[in-house]
């Protein structure tokens, strides 16, 4: 009986002290460029929604002639033609400035997860730069790798690598 007293007031003790400790927030980076909605209102960086916008989408791939930007094997530099999509992918923004997009950057199956999902990111921040250096506002673009976890084709030779390394703008709300 002793023990099981002894046993039960230790129970509650360390549940009663585990009650009392508040963890401290995390660190949060500081935001060089608040984002902003749609009507101009800033927005929190946790407070973003991500509501794709298909016709949109449909709209300025009619316009731009893509959504898409390829890349070489383990590369992130734009060549030529990347560039002349994500200009007119520029110019659609510009003319809709009520729409936000998030640049997501793919990757091939080769490499490993952590590889891949900091190659994509460099390639997402590759295109968003350019659409930045286009006049687009930073605030309107978000930027998401995700690697080798999202493949727009299937297979495991160059034709399908090369349809996967890529960054995709996504219009959002």
């Given at each position: 009986?002793?023990?099981?007293?002894?046993?039960?007031?230790?129970?509650?003790?360390?549940?009663?002290?585990?009650?009392?400790?508040?963890?401290?927030?995390?660190?949060?980076?500081?935001?060089?460029?608040?984002?902003?909605?749609?009507?101009?209102?800033?927005?929190?960086?946790?407070?973003?929604?991500?509501?794709?916008?298909?016709?949109?989408?449909?709209?300025?791939?009619?316009?731009?002639?893509?959504?898409?930007?390829?890349?070489?094997?383990?590369?992130?530099?734009?060549?030529?033609?990347?560039?002349?999509?994500?200009?007119?992918?520029?110019?659609?923004?510009?003319?809709?400035?009520?729409?936000?997009?998030?640049?997501?950057?793919?990757?091939?199956?080769?490499?490993?997860?952590?590889?891949?999902?900091?190659?994509?990111?460099?390639?997402?921040?590759?295109?968003?730069?350019?659409?930045?250096?286009?006049?687009?506002?930073?605030g309107r673009l978000l930027v998401t790798s995700w690697g080798k976890e999202r493949p727009v084709a299937a297979?495991?030779?160059?034709?399908?690598?090369?349809?996967?390394?890529?960054?995709?703008?996504?219009?959002?709300?």
């Amino acid at each position: 009986m002793r023990k099981s007293l002894i046993l039960g007031a230790a129970v509650i003790a360390l549940a009663a002290s585990g009650c009392a400790r508040k963890q401290a927030a995390p660190e949060t980076p500081p935001v060089t460029e608040q984002p902003t909605g749609p009507g101009g209102e800033a927005v929190a960086p946790g407070d973003v929604e991500l509501t794709e916008l298909p016709a949109q989408q449909a709209d300025l791939i009619a316009k731009a002639g893509s959504d898409t930007v390829y890349f070489g094997t383990d590369e992130y530099a734009l060549d030529a033609s990347a560039q002349a999509t994500l200009a007119a992918q520029a110019r659609w923004l510009l003319a809709n400035p009520n729409v936000r997009a998030s640049i997501e950057g793919h990757a091939d199956e080769r490499g490993t997860r952590e590889y891949n999902m900091a190659l994509g990111e460099r390639r997402a921040n590759a295109a968003r730069e350019y659409l930045v250096s286009q006049g687009v506002p930073a605030g309107r673009l978000l930027v998401t790798s995700w690697g080798k976890e999202r493949p727009v084709a299937a297979g495991s030779n160059e034709e399908a690598w090369a349809q996967n390394r890529r960054a995709v703008t996504v219009l959002v709300r």
